[in-house]
């Protein structure tokens, strides 16, 4: 069964480790996704971008694939299924659809009418029993086709979004979606050390976790961050993985292109890539 990602983070933050957040695209994502989070005994989210959502034929899909594959893989570890920056409509298409989490970005509004929006999702998710993630300060890169350079997040008003109640907070600190450019400034810890020292227990969220160097990672779970979102790495290893099978012409041998042998590959690498994150989160066990 489904449950929201506030009682998992809550407690990563009083445990110092971080639960990952993987988005899923299809069928093979969220099998692989599921199959190593059971492995390894680790709590997980399964992220859904609106655009991904929309691939798989919309949220009621999403929910149906998700649920059935928790009852018939036997999945014992405690699993999410959230909205990966949801706009205002998003989000209630994903409470209406069964999602248990959901995040809002509202971070391109001006604060005020993120505080406004925010406060009311944070009312219909209370009366749901579902958490919620906001965002203060744009993350930067690429994210279904918004670009931005990765800001810092301003404290108070990262504060101001924590205060109205919401589970879990995303806040800029110099992250980006995708690859980092080779002159990626790090991430900002003194920005961050200040967001969490006026954010108390609320757990933090990373994103962009591709591409952070792995010391810069923990040092990020000692300051508060208990929510780290990975997708391009899965992408990346998926595709090689693939690239490697076609052309080595595997997928002319016997019956090498049926699907399920052409994914294979890529799925196998897509488990080990999410066991490695979970390895390095600390999130291992912790089911």
């Known amino acids: 069964m489904l449950v929201p990602a506030k009682e998992m983070l809550q407690k990563a933050k009083a445990g110092h480790y971080a639960v990952g957040q993987f988005n899923i695209n299809n069928l093979e994502w969220t099998k692989c996704v599921l199959t190593a989070a ?70 391109h509004y001006p604060i005020e009418e993120n505080v406004a929006k925010t406060k009311e999702l944070v009312a219909i998710c209370k009366e749901k029993g579902l958490s919620l993630e906001a965002e203060v300060g744009a993350i930067g890169g690429e994210e279904d086709g918004v670009v931005g350079m990765g ?32 002159n990626w400034q790090g991430l900002s810890f003194e920005t961050l050390d200040e967001i969490q020292k006026l954010t108390g227990e609320l757990p933090l969220v990373l994103h962009g976790g591709t591409g952070i160097p792995d010391d810069m990672i923990k040092k990020a779970i000692d300051l508060g961050v208990s929510k780290i979102n990975v997708n391009t790495e899965c992408q990346l290893v998926f595709a090689e993985a693939t690239r490697k099978y076609i052309e080595a012409g595997k997928d002319q041998e016997g019956k090498g292109y049926d699907p399920r042998k052409l994914l294979k ?21 912790q089911a």
């Open 38 to 107: 059971e492995e390894t005994k680790s709590p997980v989210i399964l992220g859904v971008s609106e655009g991904a959502g929309k691939y798989m034929a919309g949220y009621k899909t999403v929910v149906g694939m998700v649920n059935g594959m928790l009852e018939e893989m036997g999945i014992t570890v405690p699993v999410a299924l959230h909205l990966d920056h949801g706009s205002y409509e998003g989000c209630m298409k994903c409470i209406e659809a069964g999602f248990s989490s959901i995040m809002f970005d509202g971070s």
């Open 151 to 182: 800001e810092c997040a301003d404290p108070q008003e990262c504060k101001m979004v924590a205060d109205l109640g919401v589970d879990f907070l995303a806040a800029g600190i110099g992250n980006i979606h995708g690859k980092y450019p080779a």
């Open 265 to 285: 590959p890529g799925s196998e690498a897509i488990i080990d890539k999410v066991k490695e994150k979970m390895e390095l989160f600390g999130s291992v066990g």
